[in-house]
């Protein structure tokens, strides 16, 4: 009987790609680390007021590293909540079985070796920008070694893990500045500071639920603080983002244009958390969710795709 379950069992590949559809859909995530790495290299360029964008083979490289690191944040996290998920997540991919941590460390190590390479052959200045960026993320993978305090104190836990995201940001910006080998641009402290910023806009928005959502075992911001000050928190990043993004705008050269295509971008993305606060109906909160993330990627695409583009084809 085992072994016609070993031979029923799928093929590694079938379940990795099951694995990405459930835990990391390709489909979603890559159009947004593209986007995200374009904008990324883009403000810098702007800022810098150098002519075009950078050279086709270091974006494609650039790109693959940025998504490998994402990747990576995954598979770390399945290492780093393997208890918690089999306590009270059975459903998820590795604790059903679906696929072992061994196989996902395999994974792990050929992104490393692939991104490695590439940026060895095309940009060797970029390699460490991106070990910096991993060393960080396996501090992370060990809670930085004091697990349960960070356990105990939710916000520093948090902002401990956010800071992974300014170092991948350091990475893709860097695709122009570090990557020709020049001082990093007035500007580009204030937006590493904004992808922070908009890190914990998307954390806490994704851990804001109504009332009859929450789950026994799973840790949530409306659940900890409750669901009014935790999306008044929510509002008060929302409102700290915009405003570091006006100071990154200001770096860039924007008009009024740019000022009012970001102030419409918030002010529609506080509409649902305002709802909430008023209905308390968890398809509400689950608003909070998605106008995080269009902010986020309209943030991005204002900053620096957008006028890129136009600066390329206009």
């Keep these: 009987m085992s072994d016609t379950l070993v031979q029923e069992r799928p093929s590694l590949p079938r379940r990795l790609w099951k694995y990405q559809s459930e835990r990391f ?9 593209l986007a995200f790495t374009f904008s990324a290299a883009s403000y810098s360029r702007i800022i810098r007021g150098a002519p075009g964008f950078i050279t086709a083979i270091e974006y494609a490289v650039g790109a693959i590293s940025a ?26 991919p590795v604790p059903r079985g679906l696929v072992t941590l061994c196989e996902l460390a395999g994974v792990g190590i050929a992104i490393v070796a692939v991104a490695l390479a590439l940026n060895a052959l095309v940009m060797p200045r970029m390699l460490w920008p991106w070990l910096l960026s991993l060393g960080y993320m396996l501090l992370m993978g060990r809670e930085f070694f004091v697990r349960e305090w960070l356990k105990r104190h939710p916000i520093v836990y948090m902002v401990s893990h956010m800071i992974i995201l300014p170092t991948i940001d350091f990475y893709t910006t860097g695709l ?9 641009p007035d500007g580009i402290a ?16 994704r851990k804001i639920r109504g009332a009859d959502a929450e789950e026994p075992g799973v840790e949530t911001y409306s659940a900890l603080y409750g669901a009014r000050r935790a999306t008044i928190g929510w509002l008060c990043v929302l409102a700290a983002t915009a405003s570091t993004a006006v100071i ?6 924007f008009g009024a244009v740019g000022f009012i295509v970001l102030a419409t971008f918030v002010i529609a993305s506080a509409l649902p ?9 968890h398809r509400d909160a689950r608003r909070i969710e998605y106008a995080a993330g269009v902010w986020t990627i309209a943030m991005y695409l204002t900053l620096g795709a957008v006028p890129m583009l136009v600066d390329l084809f206009g």
């Design 25 to 33: 859909p390709l489909v979603q995530h890559a159009p947004l680390i």
């Design 67 to 92: 998504l490998g690191l994402f990747m990576l944040l995954r598979i770390f996290d399945e290492f780093k909540d393997a208890d918690e998920d089999a306590a009270h997540r059975p459903y998820r």
């Design 176 to 184: 122009d500045w570090i990557n020709r080998g020049v001082d990093a």
């Design 190 to 205: 204030w937006f590493l500071l904004l992808t922070f910023l908009n890190g914990i806009v998307i954390e806490v928005g």
């Design 248 to 253: 990154a705008a200001t770096h860039a050269g």
């Design 273 to 281: 958390a305002l709802r909430f606060l008023r209905s308390g109906e």
